[in-house]
């Protein structure tokens, strides 16, 4: 087993248990959310309550949200919801998953037998074409199920 890097902030108890939110950790620390997908880089912070935050806890994703109770100081616990923002190489319809249609339309635009425009998200260095790396990561997108991030609390 590995220590979570960075470490951790001194005398800050997680205030919620790990969540696994589709390969990302989400967990409380003090009136703090933070993510970590096990590396150093992809560990920190995405979202402060405030100083007087009390128990972010309970993390249920739900569609394109993940849903949380917590305490911002003083208002008592209330719902909250943290946006997801997926990102799909090869979802050739935007609907958050990789078929095997998408997966024709790939195969088609990397022979020269179709238009990027038809499928955009393939082109993941944004060079105008698709190359075999970007096809298979495609089909892993199709096997394990698209990258899920989170953006910008609404």
Same mark, same amino acid.
């Given at each position: 087993?590995?220590?979570?890097?960075?470490?951790?902030?001194?005398?800050?108890?997680?205030?919620?248990?790990?969540?696994?939110?589709?390969?990302?950790?989400?967990?409380?620390?003090?009136?703090?959310?933070?993510?970590?997908?096990? #590396? =150093?880089?992809? #560990?920190?912070?995405?979202?402060?309550?405030?100083?007087?935050?009390?128990?972010?806890?309970? +993390?249920?994703?739900?569609?394109?949200?993940? +849903? +949380?109770?917590?305490?911002?100081?003083?208002?008592?616990? =209330?719902?909250?919801?943290?946006?997801?923002?997926?990102? !799909?190489?090869?979802?050739?319809?935007?609907?958050?998953?990789? #078929?095997?249609?998408?997966?024709?339309?790939?195969?088609?635009?990397?022979?020269?037998?179709?238009?990027?425009?038809? !499928?955009?998200?393939?082109?993941?260095?944004?060079?105008?074409?698709? #190359?075999?790396?970007?096809?298979?990561?495609?089909?892993?997108?199709?096997?394990?199920? !698209?990258?899920?991030? +989170?953006?910008?609390? =609404?």
């Amino acid at each position: 087993m590995m220590p979570v890097r960075p470490p951790l902030p001194a005398g800050l108890p997680l205030s919620s248990p790990l969540t696994n939110i589709n390969g990302l950790l989400l967990f409380a620390l003090g009136g703090e959310i933070w993510q970590s997908d096990g #590396t =150093e880089v992809g #560990t920190g912070p995405i979202q402060d309550l405030g100083p007087l935050a009390v128990g972010p806890s309970s +993390f249920k994703r739900a569609g394109g949200h993940v +849903f +949380f109770s917590a305490d911002a100081g003083g208002t008592g616990m =209330e719902l909250w919801a943290l946006p997801l923002a997926t990102s !799909c190489r090869g979802d050739c319809s935007g609907d958050g998953a990789v #078929t095997i249609s998408d997966l024709i339309t790939a195969v088609n635009i990397a022979l020269g037998r179709g238009p990027l425009s038809a !499928c955009q998200s393939l082109d993941a260095d944004n060079n105008g074409s698709v #190359t075999v790396g970007e096809l298979v990561a495609a089909v892993n997108e199709a096997l394990h199920g !698209c990258t899920v991030t +989170f953006s910008q609390p =609404e």
